[in-house]
């Protein structure tokens, strides 16, 4: 099959992205939607548009608990709309959350550890659960809490670690094959 049949393939599938911060759902939610033709919708960049405030004022001004809110809500607002969604770390923190995952298959989980996380995004000022702390010992605390809940909400595991970009991208589309063709009518 050319490269373009197989893409054609892939009409209709609209992958969501899952996983800690820094675990690369935007960079690989871009080039994703790059390769399946898409837009890639962000969904932190979404809330920040909505509310006209970046993420640290909101959870400044509405605390965490208000930033999910609009989490949840933006949530139900985009997903299954024709694109690539890039959801931020704690989107499985909510059973409806996790539940709108489920309804909007195919999830993938960018399964990364702390250590390498933590590498990636010390010191990042925009990332409020981090600023100012240990990001080691948080992102650890964060991987035990939601490891299970990314599992239990995904339909691939892509581990990261020194996996290339590119290759994380070849590994993503070889799945959305498999998953298309498991998930064929017939
Ligand atoms: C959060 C992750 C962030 C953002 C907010 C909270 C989290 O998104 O939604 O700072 O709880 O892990 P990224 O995963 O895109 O950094």
């Known amino acids: 099959m050319t490269g373009e049949g197989k893409m054609a393939e892939l009409a209709g599938v609209y992958p969501v992205l899952i996983g800690l911060m820094g675990s690369g759902k935007s960079s690989i939610g871009r080039r994703l939607a790059a390769a399946?033709?898409?837009?890639?919708?962000?969904?932190?960049?979404?809330?920040?548009?909505?509310v006209g405030r970046p993420i640290p004022k909101i959870f400044a001004e509405r605390g965490e608990e208000g930033f999910r809110d609009l989490e949840t809500d933006m949530l139900a607002r985009v997903i299954g709309r024709?694109?690539?969604?890039?959801?931020?770390?704690?989107?499985?923190?909510?059973?409806r959350n996790?539940?709108?995952?489920?309804q909007h298959p195919p999830v993938i989980w960018l399964k990364a550890d702390p250590?390498?996380?933590?590498?990636?995004?010390?010191g990042d000022a925009n990332r409020p659960l981090i600023a100012g702390g240990n990001a080691l010992e948080t992102l650890r605390q964060l991987a035990d809490l939601r490891y299970p809940l990314y599992e239990a909400c995904a339909d691939f595991v892509l581990p990261r670690g020194d996996m290339?970009?590119?290759?994380?991208?070849?590994?993503?589309l070889a799945f959305l094959h498999r998953w298309r063709r498991e998930n064929a009518a017939g």
């Not at 399946?36 to 909505?50: G, K, M, R, S």
């Not at 024709?82 to 059973?95: D, K, N, Q």
Request: charged share 30%; hydrophobic share 55%; glycine share 6%.
């Open 36 to 50: 399946l033709e898409l837009p890639l919708v962000d969904l932190d960049a979404v809330i920040v548009e909505q």
């Open 164 to 172: 290339k970009k590119s290759e994380a991208l070849r590994e993503i």
């Open 115 to 122: 250590e390498f996380l933590a590498a990636r995004i010390k």
């Open 82 to 95: 024709p694109a690539v969604l890039a959801t931020g770390g704690g989107i499985v923190m909510r059973e």
């Open 98 to 102: 996790r539940a709108l995952l489920r």
